[in-house]
């Protein structure tokens, strides 16, 4: 029956995977069904992980149902920068402490958990909306809060609605200064931040092949601003050749059916796509870079789950190189995980950054949440790399927030005000 | 605790795409696991004195996309402790609203709602039937949902559930194919 479910050409991925995986199932599902998933990695973060273990201890369950699948991450708020903070972190320790589940400090959770554990086919929830970003390898990953997170602790199961689909065709080859983060930004733009809302993405199409799996995280992980409950892409050649080379093994490697029928079908030719930068407030107000070049910005940020990767910090350092961050701006850039943190440090980035006049922090999610390293006072415009936008965001509910990717923000630094990064490419 | 049927109070109307930074931005709910003082933030985006403006028992009315971003269940803790009794809304992004079953707030999605209500209306909100009474009389039902969920809502959520019935409402649903 699995097996006649993984070839059944009617199905999409989301159909296919909540199909096999249901628990005790195995027939097709379609979308509005509900069904009980069984979970294999449950990750809570430091903003999530708190409240979730307070809901635990209140439920009275004496013990998780399988600590080794139990991920609690310390990434938002790291190091503590208050005793607020100290305290809620200090909670999370001693219920690691107690149940035994696993700890990571210092390392962005989605970042984290594609370099050591997610794999193909898998199941995983997170109390984080950009948990969605492991659809990037083909795992069914998405957000919840953090009382089903706590049920998840106590049972290992977690109920879901299988989604309807949304194909996405990626055409052509991407020009000078246009990244991975302009198209899904284009995307956003085009559905609207509730486009995706219930919604299982699939990205497809002849130009995939030509993205890294850095670069598919990134879109994977940023789809989460339209909405989706799942953003994937298939396994692939590239996909094989990273679990080759990080010696891990897929659960399942699905694809969806050449017959399975979407909600919305959608053509992005990539080649057309220039620099995109999305207005305050929302993080569908996407304009092309050349409609707000010229607005003044008080600090530039380059980092997130959704862009604080290697390549990421590669493309900042190519710009940033030689130049400096305009006086009277700041350049804040924070690395996704410590291994990110530590090659750029081997490979000369952090030198690079420092010499431009960069700050260049530990990994944490920081100033993207403006909680610290980069919190905006009253009117502060900033540029950044980002996923949201929103009123209060990073800091005072006046300050503005402008969404671009690395190279656009890295750009802006440079001139003190929102830039094309195409002049330095 | 059971919830009372039928919710009777003001009205508080808010906008499309009220995201969960503007319910409750990270820098205060990231520093505190305790409800009542979340509630102090509720709304803090549009206006960060709302704590002192909110009634017990008053209402939401919000266009659609409500609660879309972060997955953060502090968003609806904050509304609920600010004694919110329900939330209406044209639609709801996702995570937030399976956090506002899995904590006992009444949600219920009424497309098109917000033309039918003005900032402090008194309205009904009937958990009864799942539909709202706008101030002209007339009668709008909500979206259905899956019994399990609405009797988890009832019930005041997963805490309260779990403490009484010593499992989750999703273990003892039956999985069904829907043949097309």
Known sequence: MRQDILNDDTLTFAEKIISVRADGAEKVHRPGDIT?????????????????????????????????????????????????????????????????????????????????????????????????????????????????????????????????????????????????????????????????????????????????????????????????????????????????????????????????????EYDIDIGKIIPEVAEPGNVDKVKEVGEVEGTPVDQAFIGSSTNGRYEDLVVAAKILKGHKVKTGTRCVITPASKSVFEQAIKNGLAEIFLQSGAVFTNATCGACVGTHLGVLGENEVCISSSPRNYIGRMGSITSKIYLASPATAAASAIEGKIADPRRYL | MTAPSILKGRAWVWPDDVNTDIIIPFRFKARTNDPVEMAKYAMYGFDPEFYKKVKAGDLFVAGKNFGGGSSREQAPVAIKYSNVAA???????????????????????????????????????????????????????????PGFLRGLMQEGGLVEYYKRHHNFPWETLETKAVAR
């Open chain 1, 36 to 264: 009980v998933l069984p979970v294999d990695l449950a990750m809570a973060q430091d903003s999530t992980g708190p409240l979730a273990i307070k809901v635990f201890s209140e439920m009275g369950v004496p013990r998780v149902w399988d600590p080794s699948k139990i991920h609690l991450v310390i990434d938002h708020s790291f190091p503590a920068p208050d005793e607020k903070v100290a305290n809620l972190h200090h909670l999370m320790r001693e219920f690691v402490k107690k149940h035994g589940v696993r700890l990571v400090e210092g390392s962005i959770s989605h970042q984290h958990l594609l370099e050591n554990h997610v794999v193909p086919g898998m199941v995983l929830f997170g109390a984080d909306s950009h948990t969605c970003q492991a659809g990037a390898v083909g795992a069914f990953a998405t957000g919840i809060g953090s009382s089903e997170m706590a049920a998840v602790w106590a049972s290992g199961k977690l109920w879901a609605k299988v989604p309807e689909s949304i194909k996405v065709n990626l055409t052509g080859q991407f020009k000078k200064g246009v990244f991975a983060r302009d198209i899904v930004s284009h995307f956003i733009g085009t559905v609207g931040e509730d486009g995706g809302n219930y919604r299982s993405i699939e990205w497809k199409g002849p130009a995939v092949k030509d993205l890294s799996i850095a670069s598919r995280a990134c879109i994977s992980n940023n789809s989460m601003e339209c909405g989706c409950k799942l953003s994937i892409f298939e396994v692939d050649a590239s996909t094989q050749e990273y679990f080759r080379s990080v010696n891990r093994k897929s659960m399942y490697e699905i694809h969806s059916g050449s017959k399975a029928s979407y909600k919305d």
């Open chain 2, 87 to 145: 939330v209406v809304a044209e639609s709801f992004a996702r995570i937030f609203y399976r956090n506002c079953f899995a904590i006992g707030l009444p949600a219920l999605e009424v497309p098109g709602i917000t033309k039918q209500v003005k900032q402090f209306d008194e309205i009904e909100v009937n958990l009864q039937d799942w539909s709202v009474r706008t101030r002209d009389g007339s009668i709008h039902p909500a979206l259905k949902v």
